[in-house]
């Protein structure tokens, strides 16, 4: 049986640089020169969406990191069922 994937989902047209995510979990994110958050090692999806798969055990602080932000621009997918965490 395989671990379970999850897909970090971040829409950064919605990022008002608030930083929360940065210092929830400054490994995965970091903010730019326009004070917009980047998500690190991401996949660039279009229109300004970002994808970045993660395992079971980066799921908690991924987790973390998108409850913090305050305009929930960042969702957490379960690729398997597509159920969305947050
Ligand atoms: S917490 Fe949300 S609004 Fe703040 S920088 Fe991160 S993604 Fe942008």
């Keep these: 049986m395989g671990e379970k994937r999850y897909i970090v989902q971040y829409d ?3 990022c008002i640089g608030a930083a929360a ?13 326009e004070g917009k958050a980047i998500l690190k090692t991401s996949n660039d ?6 994808e970045l798969e993660i395992t079971e055990d980066q799921l ?11 305009v929930t621009v960042i969702h957490i997918i379960d690729k398997e069922t597509g159920e969305k965490l947050i």
């Design 21 to 33: 995510c940065v210092a929830a979990l400054p490994e995965a994110w970091e903010m730019d020169e």
């Design 12 to 14: 950064r047209i919605g």
């Design 60 to 70: 908690e602080q991924h987790m973390e990191a998108a409850k913090a932000c305050p």
């Design 45 to 50: 999806k279009g229109d300004q969406m970002f």
